[in-house]
């Protein structure tokens, strides 16, 4: 089942210097209970296609279905089942920790158990603290939290990650995949973070200037983009006549595309040539070397 499907969904504002398209023909598929990372420069238009998934935006043209919901004609349900923390979202500092959530919880006319909610996700503790006294990372906890407190189907963050060290981000990260597991929601991110959006996210799409370039797995990705995973071997000497796939990156140390047909030319003549293997180490894609290549090929 999909949780979002978009058919040429587009945003058009008037300004003063004409017609500006911030999000031009999104034709998007996301798989419900899964986690989507949004990637894209400043002004890529993630913002707006937050807005417009959420029904805080009409569309110039396209359609949407949300949860099986029409994006123009079911807006008022789409937004019950939907929950958004934008990048600016400003807790009330003089509230504790519990009042911020009994207030969202209002918000929202729901009724859920805050003291189990405390306790499930650690804020237990920090129940009767206001918040400006929490550290950013607490403070994005709550916020997330606050913005779940209906327990949507759907949970929309924009640059969760931004501002934490990188404890902050791992116990972010770890409670993230929590919510998933605990309520069964479709999780969307849009962030800089590349390296966290690659280890947590099922999919990834990457936008520029208002479209969706590419969309997919990260291993789909790759492919397209001609990227491979590598193999870093640690070898007692070098082979020879494997110039053509081997890269020698110190003395005994060689890295090979990860495929399946390389691996059998490489591992064989290692055979063949009584080479020992001593250790080996898988060097993965970085998103964010695909990230650049996207954007470049497409500037061109």
Same mark, same amino acid.
């Given at each position: 089942?999909?949780?979002?499907?978009?058919?040429?969904?587009?945003?058009?504002?008037?300004?003063?210097?004409?017609?500006?398209?911030?999000?031009?023909?999104?034709?998007?598929?996301?798989?419900?209970?899964?986690?989507?990372?949004?990637?894209?420069?400043?002004?890529?238009?993630?913002?707006?296609?937050?807005?417009?998934?959420?029904?805080?935006?009409?569309?110039?043209?396209?359609?949407?279905?949300?949860?099986?919901?029409?994006?123009?004609? $079911?807006?008022?349900?789409?937004?019950?089942?939907?929950?958004?923390?934008? *990048?600016?979202?400003?807790?009330?500092?003089?509230?504790?920790?519990?009042?911020?959530?009994?207030?969202?919880?209002?918000?929202?006319?729901?009724?859920?158990?805050?003291?189990?909610?405390?306790?499930?996700?650690?804020?237990?503790?920090?129940?009767?603290?206001?918040? $400006?006294?929490?550290?950013?990372?607490?403070?994005?906890?709550?916020?997330?939290?606050?913005?779940?407190?209906?327990?949507?189907?759907?949970?929309?963050?924009? *640059?969760?990650?931004?501002?934490?060290?990188?404890?902050?981000? !791992?116990?972010?990260?770890?409670?993230?995949?929590?919510?998933?597991?605990?309520? *069964?929601?479709?999780?969307?991110?849009?962030? !800089?973070?590349?390296?966290?959006?690659?280890?947590?996210?099922?999919?990834?799409?990457?936008?520029?200037?208002?479209?969706?370039?590419?969309?997919?797995?990260?291993?789909?990705?790759?492919?397209?983009?001609?990227? !491979?995973?590598?193999?870093?071997?640690? &070898?007692?000497?070098?082979?020879?006549?494997?110039?053509?796939?081997?890269?020698?990156?110190?003395?005994?140390?060689?890295?090979?595309?990860?495929?399946?047909?390389?691996?059998?030319?490489?591992?064989?003549?290692?055979? *063949?040539?009584?080479?020992?293997?001593? $250790?080996?180490?898988?060097?993965?894609?970085?998103?964010?070397?695909?990230?650049?290549?996207?954007?470049?090929? &497409?500037?061109?």
């Amino acid at each position: 089942m999909n949780a979002i499907i978009t058919d040429s969904l587009t945003k058009t504002f008037v300004s003063k210097i004409g017609p500006i398209e911030a999000v031009k023909d999104l034709s998007l598929m996301i798989k419900a209970n899964s986690i989507y990372g949004l990637i894209g420069h400043n002004g890529a238009g993630k913002t707006t296609a937050f807005m417009l998934l959420n029904t805080l935006l009409e569309p110039t043209r396209g359609s949407g279905w949300i949860l099986g919901l029409d994006l123009l004609k $079911d807006q008022k349900r789409i937004r019950q089942l939907t929950g958004l923390l934008t *990048e600016n979202l400003r807790l009330y500092d003089e509230l504790t920790v519990e009042e911020t959530l009994l207030f969202f919880a209002n918000l929202y006319g729901a009724s859920p158990n805050i003291p189990d909610l405390l306790e499930r996700f650690e804020l237990t503790e920090w129940r009767k603290q206001q918040v $400006d006294r929490l550290s950013t990372g607490m403070r994005k906890k709550v916020a997330i939290l606050s913005a779940c407190i209906h327990r949507p189907r759907l949970l929309f963050l924009d *640059e969760p990650f931004s501002g934490l060290d990188p404890l902050a981000m !791992h116990g972010l990260r770890d409670f993230i995949n929590y919510l998933l597991e605990y309520t *069964e929601m479709t999780v969307i991110i849009a962030s !800089h973070n590349l390296k966290e959006l690659a280890g947590l996210c099922d999919e990834v799409g990457i936008m520029k200037e208002g479209q969706m370039v590419i969309s997919g797995t990260l291993t789909k990705i790759k492919q397209e983009y001609g990227f !491979h995973d590598y193999l870093q071997l640690q &070898v007692d000497r070098v082979p020879t006549g494997l110039e053509r796939l081997i890269t020698n990156l110190a003395p005994g140390i060689i890295s090979v595309a990860n495929t399946p047909e390389n691996l059998d030319v490489v591992l064989r003549t290692l055979r *063949e040539q009584n080479i020992n293997v001593i $250790d080996i180490e898988k060097q993965t894609a970085a998103l964010e070397d695909i990230y650049q290549r996207v954007y470049q090929e &497409v500037a061109q």
